[in-house]
């Protein structure tokens, strides 16, 4: 059975605030719990159950995990001032420790960094938009393979 990795960055939560605290504790806009709610409605359609969610304990990353799991895991390393060695080192524990189908929810460049290693084109730099979501199938040997790419204008809106 094929394994499932998705990489989901937090949903809009307005523009960056200064000071660590201020900006840390930034919730989801109006935007952005629309944008969560589409996204998660998509993946909810496609993902095998069971879930395993991880979210950064950010406000609006803790929003944007919950739009898709209530029982979402608060993972510290997936914090915004983290390090990409962090992020690949939370998901080889979340593959280690479960089979369930496996969503990260975090903060760029980290989450556009550790999508590029699944694809396995190295360490570096991959925008990946609010709201967005990479899904990545398990292959032979460890490898990964990019199944889909979702942007949170390609979802249906919430209410329609």
């Known amino acids: 059975m094929s394994r499932y990795v998705v990489i989901w960055r937090h949903a809009d939560a ?7 605290d201020a900006d840390f504790a930034r919730p989801l806009s109006a935007v952005g719990r ?3 709610a589409g996204v998660a409605r998509w993946m ?7 879930l395993r969610v991880l ?12 739009a898709l799991a209530s029982d979402a895991l608060i993972e510290p390393l997936l ?11 939370v ?13 990260l929810v975090g ?16 360490d570096g730099g991959l925008s990946v938009a ?9 292959r032979s040997g460890g490898a990964w393979r990019l199944d889909a790419v979702m942007h949170p204008d390609f979802v249906e809106p919430v209410g329609r």
């Open 14 to 20: 307005g523009d960056p605030l200064s000071g660590r």
């Open 34 to 36: 629309a944008q969560a």
């Open 44 to 50: 909810a359609s496609r993902l095998p159950s069971p």
């Open 55 to 66: 979210s950064s304990p950010a406000p609006r990353a803790r929003q944007t995990a919950a």
């Open 79 to 89: 914090e915004p001032d983290s390090s990409l060695d962090a992020y690949g080192q």
């Open 91 to 103: 998901l080889e524990q979340a593959l280690t420790q479960s089979r369930d189908s496996i969503v």
């Open 107 to 122: 903060h760029q460049p980290f989450v556009g960094a550790l999508a590029r290693r699944l694809l396995g084109v190295g």
């Open 130 to 138: 609010k709201g967005s979501c990479w899904c990545f199938r398990s």
